[in-house]
């Protein structure tokens, strides 16, 4: 089975080549944000530390906190939940390929599970880039809501995912992943078209 994989950080583009390149290859698309809520409780009844962290917390303990702590633990999140991940992957019935993306994959996963570096690509976005796109998204109040001080609790949450992305970019240069910033100029169909050539898909 041919497996693709789409790493890199939130608001990136990747669901969204990933669903270009599905339909127009007709791979499967398995995407690993439908099923993180599941992964993390998983996780907490295994008893694996940052998950069950975690799922006890509610939005001021999450949001509130300083922004490297908080992606620390998301990098610690997505190694306890790796295999969950995987588990799911090999249970796909496709008779062509897979393309799949999320955070989860981080480079080093990729890396340790053996994945060549024309099946794996990470896309991460600008600063500024990123965080016009979190604001026109009408899920960002909700995930917020509890927070005493909800801009303070935004602007965590971007930093947050700054450093996540700057660390996707540093391992991916350092286990000798390609990496693509967006930073908005370019045309979804182009980095779709990026990607596809970089999976070598015809």
């Not at 789409?6 to 439908?34: M, Q, R």
């Not at 995930?143 to 909800?150: A, I, N, R």
């Not at 967006?182 to 999976?199: C, I, P, Q, S, Y």
Request: aromatic share 12%; hydrophobic share 35%.
């Amino acid at each position: 089975m041919n497996i693709y994989y789409i790493g890199g950080s939130p608001c990136a583009g990747k669901s969204s080549v990933a669903e270009i390149l599905s339909k127009k290859h007709d791979l499967y698309y398995f995407k690993t944000d439908d099923f993180l809520d599941r992964y993390r409780q998983t996780g907490a009844r295994k008893g694996y530390p940052v998950c069950r962290k975690v799922t006890r917390m509610n939005a001021e303990q999450v949001w509130m906190r300083e922004s490297l702590l908080q992606c620390e633990e998301e990098f610690e999140i997505y190694r306890e939940i790796y295999e969950f991940v995987t588990a799911d992957l090999k249970q796909i019935d496709w008779k062509g390929g897979i393309i799949t993306e999320g955070t989860a994959y981080l480079p080093e996963l990729m890396k340790q599970s053996g994945i060549s570096g024309v099946r794996y690509i990470s896309i991460t976005p600008a600063k500024e880039f990123q965080i016009s796109r979190y604001r026109k998204r009408n899920f960002v109040p909700l995930v917020l809501e509890g927070c005493s001080d909800k801009e303070k609790a935004f602007c965590n949450w971007m930093d947050r995912d700054i450093l996540f992305a700057q660390e996707v970019r540093r391992q991916c240069h350092e286990e000798n992943y390609v990496s693509v910033i967006n930073d908005g100029t370019m045309e979804l169909k182009e980095l779709a078209d990026m990607v596809a050539t970089h999976f070598e898909l015809k």
